[in-house]
């Protein structure tokens, strides 16, 4: 088992995706051992973001990235990294292909409707970055009738 995170943007939010988003991860067999909503501020955006936050655009992410609340969410199961992405699909959305997250609700390279782990070790930073230990959860078997 693995564990990544995923971070639903602004434009999943404001655009009301969230449930289909998160429907997509459990239909696959994820599961999700952390949920959290929350407002970031541009220190912790310039934190997440300091690999690009000298690039151009950087500006333009972090004011789209605060104009709503976002939800992270630790996702866990089998090469969930690689599995998780490729559900999502690539970065711009205008070349990800039907059928994965980006392709069906993105809209540009920012406007792209999630994050997610690149991998395994941009997942365990970034997942001690948006959650404490005790906001994550493991559900060995689900309870029973």
Known sequence: M???LVL????????????????????????????????PN??????HYAHVADK????????FMLTTPVIALAIAGTDAINAVRALIGPTDS???????????????K???IAHS?????????EIRRFFRDDELF??????SA
């Open 110 to 112: 920012m406007i792209n």
């Open 94 to 108: 205008q070349q990800a292909p039907k059928g994965t997250v980006r392709g069906d609700f993105g809209r540009n």
């Open 138 to 143: 493991d559900f060995e078997t689900p309870f």
């Open 42 to 47: 541009s220190a912790f955006l310039r934190e």
């Open 8 to 39: 639903l943007k602004p434009d999943c939010i404001a655009d009301r995706h969230v449930g289909d988003v998160i429907s997509r991860f459990e239909k696959a067999g994820f599961r999700i051992r952390g949920c959290r909503m929350f407002r």
């Open 117 to 125: 782990s690149d991998s395994p070790e941009s997942a365990e930073v």
């Open 56 to 63: 151009p655009f950087y500006p333009s992410l972090e004011a």
């Open 2 to 4: 693995e564990t990544t």
